[in-house]
């Protein structure tokens, strides 16, 4: 869970800019997958989960900025 840390630690714009990452990369594995070069599928649950988690992070500071400005 290393990861979580290094993501909790970078800003929004950050944020926003290793889900379009991440979001080619699972992009990239599914093209992979349906063209055979894909040895490991779990890869792609992995890559999945990790959008989840950098959109969690980017609601989570949504909500906490919309709260300060209350």
């Known amino acids: 869970m290393a990861r979580k840390n290094t993501l909790a630690d970078k800003d929004?714009?950050?944020l926003v800019e290793?889900?379009?990452a991440t979001k080619?990369?699972?992009l990239n594995l599914r093209f992979r997958n349906a063209t055979g070069q894909?040895?490991?599928t779990a890869e792609i649950k992995k890559v999945?989960?990790?959008i989840a988690r950098i959109n969690t992070?980017?609601?989570e500071?949504?909500?906490a900025a919309a709260e300060a400005e209350n």
């Open 18 to 20: 290793e889900l379009r």
């Open 61 to 63: 500071r949504e909500i």
């Open 24 to 26: 080619h990369e699972a």
């Open 48 to 50: 999945r989960r990790q």
């Open 57 to 59: 992070l980017i609601r």
């Open 12 to 14: 929004l714009t950050e």
């Open 38 to 40: 894909l040895e490991n």
